[in-house]
Every structure is written in structure tokens, then in C-alpha cells.
T-cell receptor
Framework: QQQVKQSPQSLIVQKGGISIINCAYE??????FPWYQQFPGKGPALLIA?????SEKKEGRFTISFNKSAKQFSLHIMDSQPGDSATYFC???????????FGTGTRLKVLA | GAGVSQSPSNKVTEKGKDVELRCDPI?????LYWYRQSLGQGLEFLIY????????KSGLPSDRFSAERTGGSVSTLTIQRTQQEDSAVYLC???????????????FGPGTRLTVL
């Protein structure tokens, strides 16, 4: 019940295309869902996050869509660029607690 | 530098040797985490320190793994009698719980790549 399932494991997208990464969770107590972006040789960094009281959050080309009833959330990268090539991790947590449950990661490659 | 730093960046060791990995968190961050990232795997939680509270060691995979945090700042992760399956990137993160509305954003270091031959 503590797992966060992430798919796909890897993704190749043409420049200008839309990248979509999906995550699903079981624990309905989770109320904070961040996405982290990791470039090779670097640690993950917070990209965008959402709470379940909204269905969508947009920051620039990055959008989180959240479906509370389905217990799913997804990251959409619009107009994907080669510089977006990285590994993306979704996570789930309970606000006020310390532990994040991370997905297994998606390696995104955007072709020039 | 205001970020989390880790050393060494790379460590190659022989099976059976002990290794120590170091993490310097962001100044003022009271919470510190260790994670393990294996090839093709997600971020595996290892241990969590928060202030003077007892650490959460629930993620340590075996008693060969231990960690300490001195003076509420620097942390050392020790792996004794290393095995080949210990080969991974070990990431450290720090956060400041209670700020940012309880969202507890974690700031990661660049990691230490451990290779056990």
C-alpha cells in the first residue's frame, strides 16, 4: 500500500512533442505529490508538486494532472526539448511527515 | 556553496572492505536522509535523521549498514564488509521540516557512486 507505481520506465520523444509520465498510488492518506527531475551525475531536484485539492497544476511547459478517484497523477511536458532529457521521479507523501515514497523513475530522451 | 555536498563523488572498493560516505547538508536544515539508487531502480529510502530525535533506520537493508550524524550537521553512512550488490549511487538529502507549509521539500546532493569489485 506504500508503493507508487510509475510508467513508462523509459520514453523517447521528438523535439516539440508531448512527454507523458504516469504514476499510481494506493494509500489514500497521501496528500502531497512532487515530481523530481534528475540529470546525469546530479541529484534529483524538485520540479513541480501538487496537492489533491486541485486537479491540475501548470508551471511553464510542465503540468501535473491529478485524478483523485483513480489515485493517479501524471506529468505532462509540452513542447519537449532536448534539455528536458533526464530521469523523472514521482513521489507521494503526507504533509507534515518526512518520508517520501518514490516511483521507480522514467528516463526521458528528447530527440533533437 | 549553499547546496548539499557529498564526498567522495566516486568510490571503488574491493568486496569485504568497509567504506564511509559523507554528507554535508544545507546549513540550518534539521532533517537529513540517505537514499540508495541502483541502476534502473527508484530511490530506496535508507535512513532519516531529524534534530535530536532517534533516527528512522527502517530502510537499512542489513546490519552491515549504519549511519551517524554528528552535531546535527554532517552525516556519515558506513557500509561494512561491502558486497557487490552494494554497488549503487548513494544520495543524501536535507530539508527543513516545518517550513514551506509542511511540504518538506528535500534538497539532494550529487551522490556518491560506489562500485564494489
Amino acid at each position: 500500500q506504500q508503493q507508487v507505481k510509475q510508467s513508462p520506465q523509459s520514453l523517447i520523444v521528438q523535439k516539440g512533442g508531448i512527454s507523458i509520465i504516469n504514476c499510481a498510488y494506493e494509500n489514500t492518506a497521501f496528500d502531497y505529490f512532487p515530481w523530481y527531475q534528475q540529470f546525469p551525475g546530479k541529484g534529483p531536484a524538485l520540479l513541480i508538486a501538487i496537492r489533491p485539492d486541485v486537479s491540475e497544476k501548470k508551471e511553464g511547459r510542465f503540468t501535473i494532472s491529478f485524478n483523485k478517484s483513480a489515485k493517479q497523477f501524471s506529468l505532462h511536458i509540452m513542447d519537449s526539448q532536448p534539455g528536458d532529457s533526464a530521469t523523472y521521479f514521482c513521489a507521494a507523501s503526507i504533509i507534515g511527515t518526512y518520508k517520501y515514497i518514490f516511483g521507480t523513475g522514467t528516463r526521458l530522451k528528447v530527440l533533437a | 556553496g549553499a547546496g548539499v555536498s557529498q564526498s567522495p563523488s566516486n568510490k571503488v572498493t574491493e568486496k569485504g572492505k568497509d567504506v564511509e560516505l559523507r554528507c554535508d547538508p544545507i546549513s540550518g536544515h534539521t532533517a537529513l536522509y540517505w537514499y540508495r539508487q541502483s541502476l534502473g531502480q527508484g530511490l530506496e529510502f535508507l535512513i532519516y535523521f531529524q534534530g535530536n530525535s532517534a533516527p528512522d533506520k527502517s530502510g537499512l537493508p542489513s546490519d552491515r549498514f549504519s549511519a551517524e550524524r554528528t552535531g546535527g550537521s554532517v552525516s556519515t553512512l558506513t557500509i561494512q564488509r561491502t558486497q557487490q550488490e552494494d554497488s549503487a549511487v548513494y544520495l543524501c538529502a536535507s530539508s527543513s521540516p516545518g517550513t514551506s507549509g509542511g511540504y518538506n521539500e528535500q534538497f539532494f546532493g550529487p551522490g556518491t557512486r560506489l562500485t564494489v569489485l
